[in-house]
Nanobody, 123 residues
């Protein structure tokens, strides 16, 4: 399974981007899909999760709440992240991820990662 992100780029503060992630069609019933990011010199952090087990419940990190929107197109098997109001601190490599249940079906954990797409925000 290969997840592939696209849509990153260089934008000025206040601008918008829409990231895409394909490859979910090859994953059998992911329990969750999400976006993470890693800024230079920092650990990877989750920023948004879409739960397939909770009727599509979405969750956002406080740092992006109100500016980022996660969505999934079932027909295209594509996960999106709409990013508005970009800030310089949003500069990072953005990764999509898919979670699946363990063999017991009790724990939903990240199983697949994309290779990342760079987002650079200038002031």
């Amino acid at each position: 399974v290969q997840l592939v992100e696209s849509g990153g780029g260089s934008v000025q503060a206040g601008g918008s981007l829409k990231l895409s992630c394909t490859g979910f069609g090859n994953i059998l019933r992911p329990c969750a899909m999400g976006w993470h990011r890693q800024a230079p010199g920092k650990e990877r952090e989750w920023i948004s999760i879409l739960s397939n087990d909770d009727d599509g419940t979405t969750t956002y990190a406080d740092s992006v709440k109100g500016r980022f929107t996660i969505s999934h197109d079932n027909a295209r098997n594509t996960l999106y992240l709409q990013i508005n109001g970009l800030k310089t601190e949003d500069t990072a490599v953005y990764y999509c991820a898919a979670s699946t249940y363990d063999l017991l079906g009790t724990k939903c954990t990240i199983t697949y990662w994309g290779q990342g797409t760079q987002v650079t925000v200038s002031s």
